[in-house]
């Protein structure tokens, strides 16, 4: 992680090479790509930030964390301009649409294409979750 806080919580640190999503998928040659886990501890903007090119033209989902103190604004803007849905997981639940918000019973979410709701409806009813739109 980027976050000097968490890293503080660790014992050792290894740095690595950063590099976007988008340059990484572009230097695999664009592949078809279905789906995205992002789990950076708070910097789940930055690393959307840098897959706009792979969230317009793959549309996968993405599954991420909302925090305490994630970057909220940004993580909605992005959203928005990727013409995708936010969708909470929660235990039982699905809430699909609405604002990226945190939510202390639910901090996973799935950003969903807006054209595979109705997709991701159907799959949480076969998992045996209940599903609302927001």
Known sequence: SLNAAFKARH???IEVELTT???F???LGAPPVGVVKVDVEGFEHEVLAGAAGLLQRARPLVFFEVLPGSELDALEALRRQAGYVD???GRAE???GGSIAFDPDGWNHALVPAERTEALARMATRAGLAHRWV
Do not use: N, S
Request: glycine share 6%.
């Open 25 to 27: 998928w572009r230097g």
């Open 21 to 23: 999503l988008d340059t």
């Open 94 to 96: 699905v809430a699909i």
């Open 11 to 13: 014992a050792e640190v």
């Open 87 to 89: 969708a909470r997981l």
